[in-house]
């Protein structure tokens, strides 16, 4: 059975940085990408962008280049997220999210429980 | 690339609920629906317009017609009262979600 554990809550102040887990298990890590969606207090979901787990290559959305970084442990299966220089609007849930569009299954199928980070001082 | 939905939709119990989400990208590309219920993740419960995934109850169909998708719910219960997203990509292989519709069970 496919899982996507997130690390827990962060509490952070405004100028630090945060790196968020993501472990996957139940299938092959390297066969589908890792997505990241932010989800800000009463808002909705915001593509963030992705990274291919078996090339390694990260693909970011507009808004979310320069201070947020995708990487990953392929050892042990697990997506991060690294957010620099925080500030107070990055406060939200951020959720990692399995893409899968191998013809056995479509879209983004399965989804991490999320990690809310707080930005404040 | 957008997505438009409206941001509320209300039914009766088992009446019918019709969710859209236009752009001009779902003219090209698949559209994806999912649903979040509060403080939970969401959960995709349409793919590539009208499929049904594994373990998604059969009241809830998608369609598709030029430029917008639509979600249908039959026979609303109670519990399908949550916000819902399509979702599709760009020419990019961008992801882009709508903003969201809070569907509410009167």
């Known amino acids: 059975q496919v899982h996507l554990v997130q690390s827990g809550s962060e509490l952070r102040k405004p100028g630090t940085s945060v790196k968020i887990s993501c472990k996957a298990s139940?299938?092959?890590?390297?066969?589908?990408?890792i997505n990241w969606v932010r989800q800000a207090p009463g808002r909705g979901l915001e593509w963030m962008g992705w990274?291919?787990?078996?090339?390694?290559?990260?693909t970011y959305a507009q808004g979310f280049t320069g201070r947020f970084v995708f990487s990953l442990d392929t050892s042990d299966s697990t997506a991060y997220l690294h957010i620099d220089n925080l500030r107070a609007e990055d406060t939200a849930v951020y959720f990692c999210?399995?893409?899968?569009?191998?013809?056995?299954?479509?879209?983004?199928?399965?989804w991490g429980q999320g990690t809310l980070v707080t930005v404040s001082s | 690339y957008e997505l438009t939905q409206p941001p509320s939709v209300s039914v009766s119990p088992g009446q019918t609920a019709r969710i859209t989400c236009s752009g001009n990208?779902?003219?090209?590309?698949?559209g994806y629906w999912y649903q979040q219920k509060s403080g939970q993740a969401p959960v995709l419960i349409i793919s590539?317009?009208?499929e049904r995934p594994s373990g998604i109850p059969g009241r809830f169909s998608g369609s598709s017609a030029g430029t917008t998708v639509t979600l249908t719910i039959s026979g609303v219960q109670a519990e399908d009262e949550a916000d819902y997203y399509c979702?599709?990509?760009?020419?990019?292989?961008?992801?882009?979600f709508g903003g969201g519709t809070k569907l509410t069970v009167l």
């Open positions: 999210v399995r893409y899968c569009s191998d013809g056995t299954c479509s879209g983004f199928d399965h």
């Open positions: 139940g299938y092959p890590f390297s066969a589908h990408s």
């Open positions: 990274i291919t787990t078996n090339t390694w290559r990260p």
């Open positions: 990208t779902l003219a090209k590309q698949y």
């Open positions: 590539k317009d009208t």
């Open positions: 979702q599709s990509a760009d020419t990019n292989d961008h992801m882009i």
